[in-house]
């Protein structure tokens, strides 16, 4: 293929990538048209039919993808400047004893856009090695190793004809209207999220009991257990004394901490796990004081990316050291010792690839791999850093915690995937992971580069997670009784999440939704203190991928700047998953940090489009009506949890 003269090449950074796919590819690309495009563009007054140009623009979902900045460069002033205008109306919750600020945690990645870009564009716009051919995967509309389903254009445009029409206000909202969205997120009066109840109750806690409790990101890092491989964690049988961990060590010093001392027992893996125990005898010192509460605060600082900057050199922890120590390690393992605790290497199978992981069954769990702190482009990405795993570490064990059934809990449920063990290794694929990882590219052609790239010393972290099952975009949905059940699952665990940690996932596209089928009838949620349970349809769900995900842990807010991500934005016109990222934008209007629930409403609009349009099953014409009215009143919703206890959709689908 011809490339574009040289000075051409700037202005093409500056065009949407699918644009300058177009432009590049010519008509080469084909002529599908693509409806939701069409429609967009007339919704929005472009003037009715698009030019031949657009008309060739199909979408094409892609991996994010890194921007070559710097890191902590956030490439828009304004948005720095409205940051600072925010942060002087000081409206943001401490959640802090004694009055200290809650920390704003950006994790500070220079962010990528979803996908990859073709071959074409990458090898003139960012010059860098030709990559394999591009694959639609994971995110793409068209599902994987399935025959494309030719688009049912009559269908859609009678959908959007009969939905979206009156929906437009609420739907294609014009960029020029700040609060069309959320009524409750005007800028001139920002209004302090509300407090939700588990961190309300924390901040109640430490103010009753004053003392020298860890900030949470602290206890949540100690009282997460790093969970002994095989077998269920037994605190029972758990005896302190014999196991020198961190936490001793902290109490120790410190006999006020009683109350956390109990409660982290509680939680603590049996003594039978050696590696953590010596690991965590290494990591001690990272945490040992000489004058408690102090102490304690400084080792949060150690592990608090956000007061990295005001340590002195002293004072400084890497941030391997402390991605090890939360690990609960004192050095890294190899690939093989992590897979071998769940299956002899010859059973390994790989399950899937993203961006930056290549997941792997082993036994009953899924081990994702993400390579981390190397020089090496992997997947033409820059590598993660440990700095930015560790905060992935806390978002995902901060999760887990809503698994809990304690009493204490007044939020729970188990719809966010279950990380399981957590581990960093160093060193070369092993043999039986190559092959496992050959094996698939054969079946399904990765998209990944070989893995026998990595060098000798490269590092990672693996997620050992609960097998989730298969994601939404290659699970076959028998009915809707099914449909409705994933819908309820994903709006009450958003509700959960967002009532306890003011979680915001910000990127619930369907390769992100995982499904299976078992045998339980119904499954329960706790929400502010009242029991949900509902019926299932025999389908489980589990949310993954926290990467763009906002949360509140008490202590910190974690949260990636999206402003620094253009490229998330320009996504093909009309199609939904990228629609959805504008929506965010126009939402949260760039305040990436602030709480905003109605990003959740977004992407369960999102996921109804979805199962109406490219998701096939039984389904009456009275369930599809059923579907559409839910979408009307869902884009009224301003958070999950307003739709969850208000919407009559759910209503037969609940027991208790
Ligand atoms: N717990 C799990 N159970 C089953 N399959 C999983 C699990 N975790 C990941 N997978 C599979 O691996 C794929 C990649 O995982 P994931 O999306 O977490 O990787 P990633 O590198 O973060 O992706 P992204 O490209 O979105 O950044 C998923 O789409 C899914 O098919």
Redesign the pocket.
């Known amino acids: 293929m011809q490339l574009p003269p040289r000075h051409q090449l700037q202005h093409f950074k500056t065009l949407s990538l699918q644009r300058i796919f177009v432009l590049m590819m010519g008509s080469k690309t084909g002529s599908r048209v693509d409806l939701w495009s069409e429609i967009i563009a007339e919704e929005e007054g472009g003037g009715g039919r698009q030019s031949l140009q657009q008309q060739q623009q199909q979408p094409i979902y892609q ?2 993808r890194r921007q070559k900045t710097p890191q902590n460069q956030i490439t828009s002033q304004d948005a720095n400047l409205k940051q600072l205008e925010l942060k002087d109306k000081d409206i943001r919750v401490s959640f802090g004893g004694g009055g200290r600020a809650t920390k704003r945690v950006s994790w500070n990645r220079s962010l990528s856009t979803r996908g990859r870009i073709s071959i074409a564009v990458a090898a003139c716009v960012d010059n860098q090695p030709q990559q394999k051919q591009a694959r639609k995967r ?2 793409p509309p068209v599902p994987k190793g399935k025959a494309v389903q030719p688009p049912n254009f009559e269908k859609e445009k009678q959908y959007f004809e009969e939905v979206d029409a009156f929906e437009l206000l609420e739907e294609s909202p014009s960029p020029k209207s700040s609060s069309t969205w959320a009524t409750g997120n005007e800028t001139d009066a920002v209004v302090i999220p509300h407090m939700s109840s588990r961190l309300e109750k924390w901040l109640i806690a430490k103010k009753l009991n004053y003392s020298c409790e860890p900030s949470s990101t602290l206890s949540k890092i100690l009282e997460t257990p790093t969970m002994p491989p095989l077998g269920p964690m037994s605190g029972n049988d758990f005896n302190i004394v014999d196991v020198i961990t961190p936490e001793k060590a902290v109490f120790e010093t410190n006999s006020k901490l009683h109350s956390v001392h109990s409660r982290i027992r509680s939680y603590l893996p049996s003594k039978g796990v050696l590696e953590r125990n010596s690991l965590a005898q290494k990591s001690s010192s990272m945490f040992v004081g000489h004058e408690g509460c102090e102490d304690i605060e400084g080792a949060v600082k150690k592990l608090s990316l956000a007061s990295t900057s005001s340590l002195s050199d002293h004072d400084y922890v890497d941030p391997v050291t402390a991605l090890l120590a939360v690990c609960g390690q004192s050095v890294p393992s190899t690939l093989l010792e992590v897979f071998s605790k769940y299956c002899e290497p010859e059973n390994i199978v790989k ?7 290549e ?1 792997f069954k082993a036994g009953n769990t ?1 081990c ?1 791999i ?1 390579p981390i702190d190397g020089d090496l482009l992997v997947n033409g990405e820059v590598q993660k850093r440990s700095e930015e795993l560790l905060e992935e570490v806390i978002l995902s064990r901060t999760l887990n915690n809503l698994r809990s059934h304690d009493a204490d809990f007044d939020n729970s449920c188990t719809t966010f ?1 279950e990380t399981l063990d957590l581990r960093v290794c160093q060193g070369p694929y092993d043999p039986s992971l190559v092959k496992a990882w050959e094996y698939w590219d054969e079946k399904h052609g990765s998209e990944n580069d070989h893995p026998k790239e990595f060098p000798e010393k490269q590092c990672y972290v693996v997620f050992v ?5 298969k ?1 939404l975009e290659s699970f076959v949905l028998s009915n809707f009784d099914e449909a409705q059940s994933l819908l309820v699952q994903v709006t009450a665990g958003l509700a959960v999440a967002e009532a306890a940690y003011e979680f915001e996932h910000r990127d619930l596209h369907w ?2 939704i ?1 499904l299976r089928r078992n045998e339980s009838a119904t499954v329960q949620f706790i929400l502010e203190g009242k029991k949900m349970i509902f019926r299932t349809s025999g389908l489980l769900i ?1 949310i ?2 926290f ?1 763009l995900s906002r949360i509140n842990t008490g202590q910190d807010i974690l949260f990636l700047d999206l402003t620094s991500d253009p490229y998330l934005f320009k996504g093909p016109k009309g199609d939904r998953q990228a629609e959805t990222y504008r929506k965010m934008k126009e939402v949260t209007e760039d305040f990436w940090e602030g709480s905003f629930p109605k990003t959740n409403v977004l992407w369960l609009l999102y996921l109804v489009d979805i199962l109406l349009l490219k998701k096939s099953f039984d389904r009456s014409s009275k369930n599809e009506r059923d579907m559409r009215s839910f979408k009307k009143r869902l884009s009224k919703y301003n958070s999950a949890k307003e739709a969850i206890v208000s919407d009559p959709f759910f209503s037969n689908l609940l027991v208790v």
């Open positions: 991996r994010r994971g995110k399950v899937g690839e993203g961006t930056y992981g997941a899924v994702k993400v995937i997670l609960q097998h989730g099952g994601d390769g992100n995982l589990s993954i991928d990467t």
